[in-house]
């Protein structure tokens, strides 16, 4: 738990003062230059001085709070050994800061700390993977639940990583002996024409966001290992037709592009003892005009049904460049159906 301590200085009613009394970590969490307190200083409209190993924050009373409160969830978060990256600043900056929480760990699956020190891991052979917002902890928490689970919304949102991530760590712990990605095969507005090379050659530019989230959570050699041996498939929706998937981890990325005899058909592919992913954005339909997507004719139709769990994202949640949720709101402004 954090040990950096509030002190309001008597001299200065707009000061908050927070001591840290690790300065390695107060290192990393300053960042190269300083660029972490840059960026809180920009975002929340706050002043912070470095003073030794203490921080000082300047600023209106409710800037300078919720700049404290980034600064000791983000400390707390140094302290239990795990690493900062930018989007974990951006998660604290735009969704608050998450309560302190218990670093000790237990077990090597999904780690749940119930009430309000809850916190969601997966495990993977490369690292180890944290959701950064309130959706995405359901999310995942849905993953392990459910059989089928739907994660619906914008894109940077984290739907195919942390379906990816939770599907190597059920095949790694043993839950499961193989995973299947898949997705359609349909250009994103534009044709493509004639692709040369093998029927692999042709496929793989489509499948390539798929292989790059595999290659997150496995060592390289590993990942191409599974592949070759086809304990982890990755395949265009079209070659799902006529299989089932018994004891499997599988995934439907891009789901909004299937249609509703495609979507039907993958559906009914659900074996024993597999579970079931599908993903997609509505908003990012590339199906010929006319024809309805699959996504949006399951989400009418099994929205009912008990242990099909559906998750829905917004622009909150996304964790790519904090520029891509501007992006998505300002299209999502313009045009609100």
Partial sequence: MATGA??????????SLLEFPDNFLLIDLCGEYDRNLTTIEDRLGVQI????????????????????????????????GRALEPGDLDRELRMGAEPMFDPARDGDQIEL????TERVEIKTRKKL??????????YVKSLFANELAFGIGPAGTGKTYLAV???????????VDKIILSRP???AGEKLGYLPGDMKDKVDPYMQPLYDALNDFLPGKQSAKMIEEKVIEIAPLAFMRGRTLSNAFVVLDEAQNAT???????????GEGSRMVITGDRTQIDLPRGVNSGLWDAERLLKSIDKISFNYFTSKDVVRHPL?????EAYEADDPK
Wanted: glycine fraction near 6%; hydrophobic fraction near 45%.
């Fill in 6 to 15: 509030l002190t309001p200085p008597a001299e200065a009613a707009t000061e």
């Fill in 260 to 270: 509703t005899m495609q979507m039907k058909m993958f559906l009914t592919r659900l």
């Fill in 49 to 80: 001085l470095r003073r030794g190993n203490q921080l000082a924050v300047i600023g209106e009373d409710e800037a300078r709070h919720e700049a404290t409160q980034v600064l000791q969830a983000l400390y707390s978060r140094l302290e239990a």
């Fill in 113 to 116: 700390f119930k009430g309000e």
């Fill in 324 to 328: 891509v949720a501007a992006i998505i």
């Fill in 129 to 138: 993977i944290e959701p950064r917002t309130d959706a995405q902890k359901a």
């Fill in 165 to 175: 991530a939770v599907g190597v760590n059920m095949l790694i712990s043993g839950h």
């Fill in 185 to 187: 095969a349909v250009e």
